[in-house]
């Protein structure tokens, strides 16, 4: 079978991951055939090239275009989505659609408040990691890396949740569009 398990992050490295804990996971999950792929630039791009010299399971790659990110999402075994303590309020990942749509596991390395987490979990399509904590994230990547069975029900669950989060997505948007001008 593929001996490599690959872990996508694809979007812009920004300031609001929890790179760090993302970089001392993958070093850790070197010895179990497990990749980390890196899909965008961003401000944090060039710091984490170079805390991730040395350590071959994890690669940078432009970012594509969206026409490419199809083939992209299908690539991976499960996506990673990140938001560092004291962001939950203020990032919402709106590639989670996406991930989703495509019938792709997440692993949520963010606050228990946020909705990729919460919903994710009451869903059955991400398993959670603390950002604060590699230990936990490596400890969840080994459990659905190890676990094919596990894997395709996530994938399977995500594909079934991807209509419904994006209906609640619009419906969210129209609220605040007429409360907005319930304001005028």
């Known amino acids: 079978g ?3 398990f690959v872990l996508v992050h694809a979007g812009n490295l ?4 929890a790179w760090d804990t993302l970089l001392a ?3 850790e999950l070197a010895q179990d055939g497990i ?4 899909v965008g630039d961003g401000a944090q791009r060039e710091r984490l090239q170079s ?5 071959l399971n994890v690669r940078f790659l432009p970012f594509f275009p969206s026409s490419k ?3 992209v999402l299908a690539a991976a075994d499960a996506h990673v989505i990140t938001i560092k303590r004291g962001l939950e309020g203020v990032v919402v990942p709106s590639k989670m659609y996406s991930i989703l749509a495509a019938g792709k596991p997440v692993v949520a390395v963010a606050p228990e408040e946020c909705d990729v987490v919460s919903i994710g979990a009451r869903k059955g399509f991400s398993v959670a990691a603390n950002p604060d904590d590699p230990a936990q994230l490596v400890q969840a990547v080994r459990r659905i890396s190890r676990n094919p069975d596990l894997l395709r029900s996530m994938g399977a669950s ?9 209906r609640n997505k619009e419906l969210a948007k129209l609220v605040e569009i007429v409360s907005a001008m319930a304001q005028v």
Not at 51 to 55: R, S
Not at 158 to 166: G, I, L, Q, S, W
């Open 51 to 55: 805390a991730a010299a040395g350590l």
């Open 158 to 166: 995500a594909a079934a949740a991807a209509p419904e989060y994006n």
């Open 35 to 38: 990749a980390m792929v890196f």
């Open 14 to 17: 920004g300031f609001y991951g």
């Open 69 to 71: 990110i199809p083939s």
């Open 2 to 4: 593929n001996s490599q």
């Open 25 to 27: 996971a993958a070093r």
